[in-house]
């Protein structure tokens, strides 16, 4: 296979895909649900999100690969398995989608009272209007692909700015990391949840097949992106987990309904608060974008009105979930319970794909690695044992 140009590299959806799942799981939902947890474990969260990023890579390559190899969306690789499953399958990813949803929604009515003071609920509201205008706007996937680079890359800067202003126990962190003074079942349901469940897991695959990156001769080019956008969100959990450290072991008291800004604030005084207020809406809104392309993507192929009128359903999508948080409210509670519903079903969305990886008439004739499948039933039954009683308990 001929190399790659870099300009398609940079410039095409193979990266964008790749920003769109790291961006997808380093939403709202991660700032807070980071700070909410980190607060409780400390240093020993390091050993959460090491989990967390294991179990990563054993959903996300097996989904990339085993989608773009037999060239078919989720769920309609789950209905020539098995007549109806994959109505299934989409139902509990777009009910995910739409729980993550209303938290990203959230995400950014916190992100804008920090930046304006405006409500949380005005905030939600006005970000509702720029998420729509970016899906009416032509060249929707060139957009999208331009928009997450950018959003990813400013959080990642920004946050890594703010680590080193807190300045953390590093070695401590790195110690704890590895062996833990304290594990939390709910920690890494609910940051797994967060960072690969539901919709999340397929994000990125989905993204690739609607830029035509398919089949078994682009496998390269798929596992470059699914190890890129594990990387990119990697480095952005670390850093932000380190900035949280760093100002708790200051003795810093953090604010109960906005805990991740009372990081920055610390960590860099009013600037830092202005900032964090810039990485949260930027996050918010991106997984916004990220949530509602890929839960619309998921029911799009079962009827041709779907994809015809696909920004109308989007539009739909973003505004049901804009409406529920302003009657709702509770930000920091949804964005940690959207997490813990998106980790019981990840289990089940990816056990459904590791079998169509072993059903010949699926693969084209493609056989799927041993030690991929492997690796993908150990993310199925750790998430499985841990996620029921979690979420049993948040109920």
Known sequence: MKPLPKTRWWGGATLGAAFLMANSSIGPGFLTQTTVFTQQLLTSFGFVILVSVVLDIGAQLNTWRILTVSELRAQDLANRLLPGLGYFLAGMVILGGFAFNIGNIAGCGLGLNVLTGLSYEKGAMLS??????????REVGKMLDGFTK??????????????????????QALHHTLLPVKISAAAIVTIVGGTVGGYITFSGAHRLLDAGIKGIESQAEVTRSAVSG????????????????????????????????????????????????????SAAISSVVGAAYTSVSFFKTFHPVFARYERACISVFI??????????????????????????????????????????????????????????????AVMGALAVPVLVDLL
């Open 150 to 171: 950018v959003l990813g890359t400013v959080k990642i800067l920004l946050t890594l700015g703010i680590a080193y202003s807190a300045h953390p126990p590093l070695l």
């Open 230 to 281: 594990i990387v990119i969100s990697t480095i952005m959990r670390f850093a932000l987990f380190l900035a949280i450290v760093g100002v708790l072991s200051q003795g810093a008291v953090l604010p109960a309904d906005n805990p991740a800004a009372g990081v920055f604030r610390v960590a860099a005084g009013e600037w830092g608060f202005r900032v964090f207020g810039v990485i949260l809406w």
């Open 319 to 380: 505004v049901l979930s804009t409406l529920v948080f302003v009657l709702i409210g509770k930000p920091t509670q949804l964005l940690v319970f959207a997490g813990a519903i998106n980790g019981l079903i990840l289990p089940i969305a990816l056990g459904i794909v590791l079998v169509a990886a072993t059903t010949p008439r699926l693969m084209r004739g493609y056989r799927h690695p041993r030690w991929m499948l492997a690796a993908g039933w150990v993310v199925v």
């Open 128 to 137: 509702c209007g720029v998420a729509l205008l970016l899906f009416w706007v």
